[in-house]
């Protein structure tokens, strides 16, 4: 993905054939003008609706706004940036290979290893230099070693692996309306654990309830919050507990509140 002149740039697969999106605001900021490039009209169509999901354009968050635009802790960030959603991934399977990378490290190195992982098993198109994310059988047939290469950890180079084979094999299917058993399938691998499915859901599959707890900036915010200590760090539970009052919409809470904190540093953010 890239951006350009104010216009993002990203190209997709669909049904294995290559399609670019564009997505760039309109001449009035609320709109977003989208178009498409590929093979026929029914795949560019299904690139954008993909689009349209990572951009969050379709959500409707209207009562999320009506309870919690007076909210002590996120109002003000709620009223200031209406807009504002969590970062989403066009698939699926990109949110999960990408949440394995960025497991306790810092995300600058994980931005590097996923940069490694696309330039030397992605998708490419002639014409443009954009390349999309490595299919799940291509991570499933990559060495360990492979994936080391690029600075993946050994023990989640086997994890990325694994559960590039669950999805590539369709034991695991991200797609599916019971999302809860995909998870189950994907705990049971070494090295996945809570923070990984949730930022799948909430990065990957558009589940707004779902809280990242594991998430630094938030386990750094709620320990402030809770304790009036600066240096305190809550742990994954006490952050669930705390964003469980923003029901069903706890992970675009957090979303807000990680602002919030941006915005105003007295909350105990921290920019990363």
């Known amino acids: 993905m890239r951006r350009r002149a104010g216009v993002l740039e990203r190209l997709l697969h669909v049904d294995g054939r290559p399609v670019i999106v564009r997505a760039a605001h309109g001449a009035e900021r609320a709109t977003v003008l989208l178009g498409a490039w590929g093979p026929s ?22 009562e999320f ?26 698939e699926p399977f990109e949110a999960l290979a990408w949440a394995i990378c960025e497991q306790l490290i810092e995300f600058t190195r994980a931005t590097a290893i996923e940069r490694r992982i696309v330039a030397r098993l992605g998708r490419g198109v002639p014409g443009t230099p954009l390349r999309d994310l490595p299919t799940a059988a291509t991570l499933a047939g990559a060495a360990p070693a492979l ?5 993946l950890a050994g023990r989640r180079a086997i994890a990325l692996r694994r559960a590039a084979r669950e999805v590539a094999c369709g034991r695991v299917n991200l797609g599916s309306a019971d999302q809860e058993r995909g998870w189950q399938r994907l705990r049971a691998i070494p090295e996945i654990g809570s923070w990984t499915i949730e930022s799948l859901a909430l990065h990957g599959q558009g589940r707004l309830d ?29 952050v669930r507990s705390y964003f469980a009052r923003y029901s069903p919409w706890g992970g675009l809470a957090a979303a807000y509140a990680v602002r919030a904190a941006i915005t105003h540093p007295a909350l105990g953010g921290t920019r990363q």
């Open 147 to 151: 994936l080391e290469s690029f600075d």
């Open 65 to 90: 706004h009506r309870r919690f635009r007076e909210d002590p802790l996120i109002g003000r960030a709620v009223r200031a940036a209406p807009g504002l959603r969590p970062a989403r991934r066009p």
């Open 210 to 238: 779902q809280v990242p707890a594991g998430d630094l900036n938030l386990r750094k915010l709620v320990g402030r919050l809770l304790s009036g200590d600066p240096r305190a760090r809550a742990d994954e539970q006490q």
């Open 41 to 62: 009209r029914g795949l560019c169509s299904m690139a954008i609706a993909r689009m349209r999901f990572a951009l969050g354009i379709d959500d409707d968050v209207s």
